[in-house]
């Protein structure tokens, strides 16, 4: 079944219902952005050289625009190929020369850089600017919807490229499908009264998180702002009575620490969707306090779509325990999931492993890259690179991804777990914990502190004996850096690739 049916279906049976809104801004109907899709479509394919199984890329900020591009990719049976909007030109440029992209369609604050970037990409037809007349020209014929196998591709979802060049990850119809209603299983029987409100990066889980919102004729909500502001958000939810929406560690910090938020119609909130990067205790106490059983924590990863584990809701009120706070949560519906050692064997319940996932809903494997997706799948399963561990009722905690792993003196630190502990100073908003090449130890641990603003900075010595009494003696930090942000891609994870690279450039190692 071709993606594009979730929409036309909707269509169908709730033509009238608000599709898109822009703020408080009815953009479209769900009939009329059926019918939108259909138009451009047809525009897509009356291009010279663009034919089935083409892939068209969207380097676009959130716009009305980027749904109806979505399901005009699949209705016309081409592959959608979303890129992070704030990559480098030459980041972009290596992606649309790595998939072969045939179009291009870009968002004014990108336009400029990405027809640069794009000149010496032979394969590349034509860039369109969404929001001048050129991109409306498009529409006006008709096509019928191009029939899809469940094994043709629909999406490549590129990784961050934070350890190298990034990877497109193949993620077909199929895959997708049994995303969209996989969250139906586990999350909420969404219905046309529902709203999604897009403060994270439709390129990313948000854009994905959207098909099951079509296919159950919900309303999308796009901020004006673009994206998240804390005040913008509180007020949307006030008119929106049945409210849903994504929300980073950051993110989610930022809106409890918002003014706004304590006016806020907590009630209009059916879920705050957490995931994209570790969530700390303190943060779930705090979401739990402030929006009670509203908020889930989740794990997914663009080779297993924003399905891998979730915290069902309603267990948060039934536990105290810290580990419980922060877990990830119980195996998707559909999905298997274990630990296992570096020879692929299963390990004990409570110890730590690389976690791995079986499912229809894993990618197809990496585009282009037959060694990387071998690595990937190996034996069936796919190895997503992270460390974790699972208890005795299935219920996953992540420590790290496998890169993060700190190694002093040949023993295990985690970063996560140090990062806990500094959090608990009242002084600090923010901490990343990173390795250090030590000539002596082979690793040392460095933590990024961020202070929260208006408040003195914490002491090098609160500091210090906040992880002497909580840890043991060789997993305190041998060096504080202060800094007032982090490096963070566009889901809000931290790009902790680049707090070790800064390290390198500094110079020199720990003796």
């Not at 169908?12 to 769900?30: M, Q």
């Not at 982090?486 to 800064?502: H, I, S, W």
Request: charged residues 20%; proline residues 5%.
């Amino acid at each position: 079944m071709n993606l594009a049916t979730l929409l036309h279906n909707a269509a169908r049976s709730f033509g009238d219902r608000p599709a898109i809104a822009f703020g408080d801004e009815l953009k479209h109907t769900y009939a009329e952005m059926q019918s939108r899709v259909v138009q451009l479509a047809a525009g897509l394919r009356s291009i010279s050289g663009v034919g089935a199984g083409d892939r068209v890329a969207l380097v676009m900020s959130n716009r009305v625009e980027y749904l109806e591009l979505l399901f005009a990719i699949w209705h016309a049976g081409l592959v959608a190929v979303p890129i992070n909007a704030k990559l480098h030109a030459r980041e972009v440029a290596f992606i649309l020369g790595d998939c072969d992209v045939k179009l291009c369609f870009v968002t004014e604050d990108r336009a400029e850089a990405v027809s640069l970037a794009v000149a010496d990409i032979q394969s590349v037809k034509r860039v369109v600017c969404v929001g001048r007349p050129e991109y409306e020209d498009l529409l006006g014929g008709s096509i019928s919807q191009a029939h899809a196998d469940r094994d043709d591709l629909a999406w490549i979802f590129y990784t961050s490229g934070t350890t190298g060049r990034p990877k497109g990850a193949m993620l077909t119809h199929q895959n997708l499908q049994l995303m969209a209603w996989s969250y139906l299983c586990d999350f909420d029987l969404i219905t046309e009264q529902d709203s999604l409100i897009h403060v994270g990066p439709q390129s990313h889980a948000a854009g994905l998180l959207a098909l099951t919102h079509v296919a159950k004729a919900s309303r999308h909500v796009l901020p004006v702002s673009g994206g998240f502001e804390p005040s913008e958000l509180t007020t949307l939810i006030d008119d929106h009575p049945v409210s849903t929406f994504f929300a980073s560690p950051t993110m989610l910090r930022r809106l409890l620490d918002s003014p706004s938020t304590a006016r806020c119609r907590v009630d209009h909130i059916r879920t705050i969707l957490c995931g994209a990067a570790p969530v700390y205790v303190q943060d779930v106490r705090r979401a739990l306090a402030a929006f009670g059983p509203r908020f889930s924590n989740g794990y997914g990863q663009g080779e297993c779509p924003c399905t891998i584990t979730q915290m069902p809701k309603h267990l948060y009120a039934v536990t105290e325990d810290e580990a419980r706070l922060v877990s990830v949560g119980i195996a998707r519906t559909g999905v298997e999931v274990r630990v296992v050692d570096s020879q692929d064997n299963e390990v004990p319940v409570g110890e730590i492993g690389e976690i791995a996932v079986r499912s229809d809903i894993v990618m197809r494997g990496y585009w282009n890259q037959p060694d990387a997706t071998a690595r990937a799948l190996a034996n069936g399963w796919l190895h997503t690179g992270d460390l974790g561990a699972m208890d005795r009722e299935g219920f996953f905690s992540l420590k790290d991804r496998s890169k993060d792993l700190i190694i002093s003196g040949g023993s295990n630190i985690y970063p996560r777990e140090v990062e806990e502990v500094l959090l608990t100073d009242p002084a600090v908003i923010e901490v990343a914990v990173v390795g250090r090449r030590d000539e002596q130890w082979g690793e040392s641990v460095v933590a990024f502190v961020v202070s929260r603003p208006g408040q003195q900075p914490p002491s090098v010595e609160n500091l210090d004996r906040l992880c002497l009494d909580n840890l043991a003696r060789f997993k305190r930090p041998k060096q504080y850096i202060f800094v007032s942000e982090l490096p963070r891609n566009q889901t809000g994870k931290v790009l902790k690739a680049e707090l070790r690279q800064q390290l390198e450039v500094a110079g020199g190692t720990d003796a």
